[in-house]
């Protein structure tokens, strides 16, 4: 019945898809972090510039974000971020796309958790000396990271999928095997099922850990 299959690496199609999550979660969690620290800063410059990012970036489509990272700054601007073969460079593309346009939602989430703060306590903080920098590092975004896990697990099994879009400059995931199997093969039922459920397997065990996380960390009020 899954005759099909052989000879094509579906395992190694996922972890190219695995090893894009993995790193671009972890990029984009980063600077979802400095925006949003960039959101709630007393510099009006530094505001204006995370508010004018995440309003943009998340409005553009993820493929044309893509697809300029591989047009515009590798074949344009010969930015190939230190790969030495296509097939690292658009690896490394993809997830320079993708971490600048997960990291609009992670802004996002993390500047509704640090609204469920108090603002007595960055006050009383403040009062006691401490910098912009030292209350939000100490006092505010641990309580804010506790308060949105749920919403940041939403983001992590949205930022699996669009993984897919990265097929579009030649990144061989999931999706750009299913591809070649489907113009290869006459099963395409099949073929769409077995990938359907491949996904299913990376994203509900995420969903099931991260909601049990976030009954765990919930900050008591």
């Not at 998340?58 to 296509?86: C, E, W």
């Not at 609009?104 to 920098?133: D, H, K, M, W």
């Not at 097929?167 to 199997?181: D, H, N, P, Q, R």
């Amino acid at each position: 019945m899954f005759d099909f299959l052989e000879g094509y690496d579906l395992l190694g199609a996922f972890w190219v898809t695995v090893q894009l999550t993995v790193y671009s979660a972890l990029g984009s969690l980063i600077w979802g972090t400095l925006l949003a620290g960039m959101k709630v800063s007393p510099v009006p410059l530094m505001r204006g510039f995370a508010t004018v990012y995440v309003n943009v970036v998340r409005n553009i489509p993820l493929t044309v974000i893509i697809v300029f990272s591989s047009l515009g700054l590798y074949q344009t601007l010969s930015v190939a971020l230190g790969g030495d073969d296509t097939e690292t460079v658009n690896f490394r593309l993809a997830v320079l796309a993708l971490v600048a346009y997960t990291a609009a939602f992670v802004c996002e989430a993390l500047r509704s958790g640090i609204n469920t703060v108090p603002l007595g306590q960055a006050e009383a903080a403040r009062a006691l000396g401490l910098s912009f920098t030292q209350v939000l590092r100490l006092i505010i975004l641990p309580q804010a990271f506790r308060a949105v896990v749920n919403p940041l697990s939403n983001v992590l099994i949205a930022l699996t999928k669009n993984t897919t879009v990265a097929s579009a400059i030649g990144v061989a995931e999931a999706s750009y095997l299913m591809k070649g199997m489907i113009e290869n093969e006459a099963q395409l039922i099949l073929i769409s099922l077995v990938f359907a459920f491949g996904f299913v397997v990376l994203t509900l065990p995420t969903g099931l850990i991260l909601g049990w996380v976030s009954k765990k960390v919930a900050v008591k009020r």
